[in-house]
């Protein structure tokens, strides 16, 4: 199996508290933000990212995040935008409040993470006032990944976060149903629609600053593994859950660690994914993988109570 890691660069440290105002520190870079994806490179003749651009010069055209849509305010209120960093590294991923002390995310986002800068109720993070937005620094003992993450095989990719105070709850900042922990443990309807949302790259040198979106269908097990197992000699696992790339729609430009999410049965919004890996191209309707957190619920849950 093949992976390739986006570049890391640094990016701008927040530090906000609700309702107060703070600058950016001068020196760390917002301009030049990569986010830490995971994509597995095809083997099947020409490289997905080559006929990626490929289309793009003959189409005249770039990708949005996701070939999603922009976020209004409080719309995604349990979304994290997370800065890790190891010392003299730094790194973006996303992540989901699912409670006012914990924030669910990536492992291979967590993992050697000295630090981790959270920001809750965020839309544009450029912005330097937004009201009810809160950004909390939390330290490398805060982070549990899970013990048998591994990159070579990017199993049981999911971590928690633990915050250093609970958060106030907002419309702004609220928190998100878990499967088995905070709702009824109850499967992914693969058959239905899921939301995924994050900030992420807008090209393959632009980053957007404003929260994106898209709606993606779901898409079976069976049929994800055997076009990972065709494209890319990677084994899809009972632990993990997929979307369709139907019309473009993916996360291979967004955010890994960031919450893949259903409208559940009695209408309450459940996380059922977390973004882990995918191909590199959003053109040629590749599935994205993620973790399924109803699998892992036996895990999580009890940290919950942490």
Request: proline share 4%; glycine share 10%.
């Amino acid at each position: 199996m093949f992976l390739r890691l986006v570049t890391i660069s640094c990016f701008g440290l927040l530090a906000v508290q609700v309702g107060k105002i703070a600058s950016f520190p001068l020196d760390l870079n917002l301009n030049n933000v990569t986010s830490k994806n995971i994509f597995l490179k095809s083997h099947a003749g020409l490289d997905f990212k080559q006929r990626e651009d490929a289309i793009h010069r003959r189409l005249g055209i770039t990708l949005n995040i996701v070939n999603g849509q922009t976020a209004s305010r409080g719309q995604f209120c349990y979304q994290a935008y997370m800065q890790f960093s190891n010392g003299w590294n730094y790194w973006a991923c996303g992540g989901s409040l699912i409670s006012p002390t914990t924030v669910l995310t990536a492992a291979h986002c967590a993992k050697g993470a000295r630090s981790a800068n959270v920001v809750l109720g965020g839309l544009d993070l450029r912005q330097r006032k937004e009201t009810g937005r809160i950004v909390l620094t939390v330290p490398g003992s805060g982070m549990m990944v899970h013990e048998n993450y591994n990159d070579n095989d990017v199993y049981n990719d999911i971590a928690v976060v633990k915050l250093p105070r609970p958060v106030t709850l907002n419309q702004y900042v609220c928190t998100v149903k878990v499967p088995g922990c905070t709702s009824p443990s109850t499967r992914p309807n693969t058959q239905g629609s899921f939301t995924i949302s994050g900030w992420g790259k807008t090209s393959d040198s632009t980053t957007t600053w404003r929260l994106m979106y898209a709606n993606v269908p779901g898409e079976s097990l069976s049929e994800c593994a055997s076009f990972y197992r065709d494209n890319a000699d990677y084994r899809v696992i009972d632990s993990q859950l997929c979307t369709s790339g139907s019309g473009g729609k993916s996360t291979c430009s967004g955010d890994s660690g960031g919450p893949l999410v259903q409208v559940d049965i009695d209408g309450s919004i459940v996380q059922r994914g977390i973004v882990s890996l995918g191909l590199s191209s959003c053109e040629v309707n590749a599935p994205s993988v993620y973790t399924d957190v109803n699998y892992f619920s036996p895990w999580l849950c009890p940290k919950l109570l942490k």
